[in-house]
T-cell receptor
C-alpha cells in the first residue's frame, strides 16, 4: 500500500514555465520532506516542513504543508534546465520517526 | 570521505547467487537506513539501524535479505539466493539523528545497481 501519492508522475515543460507537484495521503504525518534525485545519484534533501500550513521558500521553490498535515505541494517558478530530476516527497509518521515513507515520485524535465 | 559511499556501484549476478552490498555512512552518524528503488520509482524502506542495533526491520521483503552493522559504522546488506525481482538500485542513507525527533535529514549514497540475470 502506497501511503504517499504524487502527481503528476511525469512533467515536461519549457524553461521559464511554472509548475506544481502534489504529494497526497490519507494519513497524517508529523513532518514531510522533499528530495530531488538526479540520475545515478542518491536523493538530496531540499526542505523539511513540520507545521500544518507551513510555507517554506528556497529561491524559486515554494513548499507548503497542508493544514491537516496529510498533503504537501512543491511549486517551482520560472523553471530552469537545472531543475530537471526526480522529485520525491517523504513523510515521517508519529511513532515511527525512524522510517520515512517515500512518495511515488515526479519526474520533471525542463527543456530550453 | 565527506559523504555516504556505497560499493560496488554496479553488480551483475546470476539467479541463485548471494550478493553483499556495502555502505559507509558519514562519520559520526548514528542512524543508517537501507532503501530499494526500482526503475526510477519511489524508495522502499528496508531496514533502519541505530548504532549496531536494528530496531526496525519491517521492510525486508523476505528472509533472503539480511543486514548488519558493525562498530556503529559500516553496514552490509546481504541478499541470498538472488531472484530476478531483486534487481533494483539499493540506496543507503545515514543521519545524525535517529528516532528521537520527529524528523531527520537523511544523506544518501549514490546507490548500488543490482542486476540479477
Amino acid at each position: 500500500t502506497q501511503l504517499l501519492e504524487q502527481s503528476p508522475q511525469f512533467l515536461s515543460i519549457q524553461e521559464g514555465e511554472n509548475l506544481t507537484v502534489y504529494c497526497n495521503s490519507s494519513s497524517v504525518f508529523s513532518s514531510l520532506q522533499w528530495y530531488r534525485q538526479e540520475p545515478g545519484e542518491g536523493p538530496v534533501l531540499l526542505v523539511t516542513v513540520v507545521t500544518g500550513g507551513e510555507v517554506k521558500k528556497l529561491k524559486r521553490l515554494t513548499f507548503q504543508f497542508g493544514d491537516a498535515r496529510k498533503d504537501s505541494s512543491l511549486h517551482i517558478t520560472a523553471a530552469q534546465p537545472g531543475d530537471t530530476g526526480l522529485y520525491l516527497c517523504a513523510g515521517a509518521r508519529t511513532g515511527t520517526a525512524s522510517k520515512l515513507t517515500f512518495g511515488t515520485g515526479t519526474r520533471l524535465q525542463v527543456t530550453l | 570521505g565527506a559523504g555516504v559511499s556505497q560499493s560496488p556501484s554496479n553488480k551483475v549476478t546470476e539467479k541463485g547467487k548471494d550478493v553483499e552490498l556495502r555502505c559507509d555512512p558519514i562519520s559520526g552518524h548514528t542512524a543508517l537506513y537501507w532503501y530499494r528503488q526500482s526503475l526510477g520509482q519511489g524508495l522502499e524502506f528496508l531496514i533502519y539501524f541505530q548504532g549496531n542495533s536494528a530496531p526496525d526491520k519491517s521492510g525486508l521483503p523476505s528472509d533472503r535479505f539480511s543486514a548488519e552493522r558493525t562498530g556503529g559504522s559500516v553496514s552490509t546488506l546481504t541478499i541470498q539466493r538472488t531472484q530476478q525481482e531483486d534487481s533494483a538500485v539499493y540506496l543507503c542513507a545515514s543521519s545524525a539523528q535517529g528516532a528521537f525527533l520527529s524528523y531527520n535529514e537523511q544523506f544518501f549514497g549514490p546507490g548500488t545497481r543490482l542486476t540479477v540475470l
